[in-house]
């Protein structure tokens, strides 16, 4: 598969996993439910795996390698994430992750020493004001209260968690670690890991039997976590997780479009100036031609 197309179905699914999130909330404990969600996820991965033999042994080190993808990218950012929007709006906890994008060229020049270019930058910070002003109506009535602050931290620590499990993926490409096989164990270990924190919690392993609850979650296991960290961690091992972090700012604004239909969303005029900053910046992020009008003005002034 073409790395264009490995790019368009990650935003597009995860764009409409927001949708599919809205029916798991009730009953089930959101921690419950993501441990439901990997270990189905993790379980159709190990099948297919075993059905198309490929190899799932692996040594102690690797093991250890794919635990740290679990803790991280898995469980961990799942955990803090859904843990902030207690704290804050959801809208708030998108810009916070939209940080990731800043976050992955840091750790990738960091650990793998690649070239930040200006192309990368001025892009990802055209992409981090566009989803500002996406998200402006929630943004200007933020309140940096004792809450408010909790909330924005949870946040942060769950996208440095992503963005970190993101590395641990570039890391086992590199060492010849096949994705699939990865993401398999890596998911078990996750759910072991969200178990683990939503019984300290006190949280009981209930389950709600609903035709929205249970097609949700399985929309959630094949499509949110089998076929989209598939295809996005596939993408960073190709083009580097400085660019394919890029779909994180470009996923709300799918969600955002679906709720326009389905929810009834007004897009504000701050929303609107936003969009094209962001779709603008995915151009200048993913493109290999260096000569774009603002990238020509950059260097004049520079």
Known sequence: MSNSALYILTVLIWGSTWLAIKYQLGSVAMEISIAYRFALAS???????????????FDLR?????????????????FFM???????????????????????????RLFFKTEITRRVLIGASLGMIGICLVFWPEVKTFDL???????????????????????????NQKNGVPVMQANAWGMAYGTIFISIAA?????????DPSLEYVSSLVYLAVF????AFGCYLTLLGNIGADKAVYSVVL???????????FENYHWPVEAIIGVPLVLWGNVLVLSKAGNSR?????????
Not at 67 to 73: D, P, T
Not at 147 to 170: D, H, P, Q
Not at 251 to 261: D, K, N, R
Request: glycine share 10%; with cysteine; aromatic share 12%.
């Open 251 to 261: 996923f709300p604004l799918v969600a955002l479009s679906l709720s326009t239909v």
């Open 199 to 207: 019984l300290v919690q006190g949280h009981e392993f209930g389950f």
């Open 43 to 57: 379980l159709v991965l190990l099948a297919f795996c075993l059905i198309r033999r490929k190899n799932l042994k």
């Open 145 to 171: 209260s004792d809450e408010g602050f909790f909330g924005m931290v949870l946040a942060f620590i769950g996208t440095v968690s992503a963005s970190c499990g993101n590395m641990v993926s570039a890391r």
């Open 294 to 302: 603002l990238l020509r003005l950059a260097k004049a002034r520079s």
């Open 224 to 227: 949110g976590s089998v076929i």
């Open 62 to 78: 690797t093991h250890m390698w794919m635990a740290s993808l679990g803790a991280f990218l898995f469980s961990g950012n799942y």
């Open 82 to 108: 859904y843990w902030a929007t207690g704290h804050i709006t959801t809208g708030l906890v998108s810009v916070v992750f939209c940080a990731m994008v800043v976050i992955n060229i840091s750790l990738s």
